[in-house]
């Protein structure tokens, strides 16, 4: 079910708004993530638990195996900042592992923590890079051109520059802010049209 996905939605909670805009989205997952990994927002986490169990969408928890395992989560999500070795054979339950990586070093270590699908960022511009960093269209498909897994598009992906996606390598999208913009109020087969 979460080899599919097209789209992957990072987020620390779920209101009714959220709600109502995921649900438009055919073939998307969460990904928790955390505002602060020292104090983890459990009850907001059974929400979202909650939620993606009613509608059958595919949870991810970020960079917390255990936390993951006891929610009996879909997936488990590897930052680009974390390079600790996992050993995934060691959890009866098969984890679907995602990574996230800026460059090609970063992709190998990835693929050595078992990695089976690598969010390459940042695409487009964004606030969190300087317009240094973006890789764009043409660097982003060099960069991932020789890379055995799927890659996932991430950084300042609007409905804007959506379309540019089909353009690289990507087989999926992943997004922030997306949702949490007014633009999702516009039909979601813009957001299908992509891929």
């Given amino acids: 079910m979460i080899n599919n996905i097209k789209f992957y939605f990072f987020t620390s909670y779920i209101n009714d ?12 997952a969460i990904i928790y993530k955390p505002e ?9 986490l ?3 638990k909650k939620f993606t169990k009613n509608y059958k969408i595919p949870l991810l928890i970020i960079d917390d195996i255990k936390l993951a395992i006891k929610y009996k989560v879909n997936g488990f999500f ?3 900042d974390n390079k600790k070795a996992y050993n995934f054979s060691q959890y009866n339950k098969k ?4 990574g996230s990586a800026h460059s090609t070093i970063e992709y190998f270590v990835k693929i050595r923590q078992g990695c089976k699908k690598i969010m390459l960022s940042p695409l ?15 660097k982003y498909n060099l960069i991932s051109r020789d890379w055995l897994t799927k890659t996932i598009a991430l950084g300042g992906i609007n409905l804007n520059n959506l379309k540019k996606i089909k353009m690289t390598n990507a087989k999926s999208v992943a997004f922030i802010s997306l949702i949490n913009s ?4 516009k039909p979601t087969y813009l957001l299908d ?3």
């Fill in 17 to 28: 708004l959220i709600i109502k805009k995921i649900i438009k989205f055919k073939d998307i």
């Fill in 36 to 44: 602060s990994y020292k104090t983890i927002n459990y009850q907001e």
């Fill in 46 to 48: 059974d929400n979202i």
């Fill in 78 to 80: 590897i930052s680009s």
């Fill in 95 to 98: 984890i679907t592992v995602i």
């Fill in 124 to 138: 487009f511009y964004n606030e969190k890079y300087s317009l240094n960093n973006i890789l764009g269209v043409v």
């Fill in 182 to 185: 007014s633009q999702i109020k």
């Fill in 193 to 195: 049209k992509w891929a």
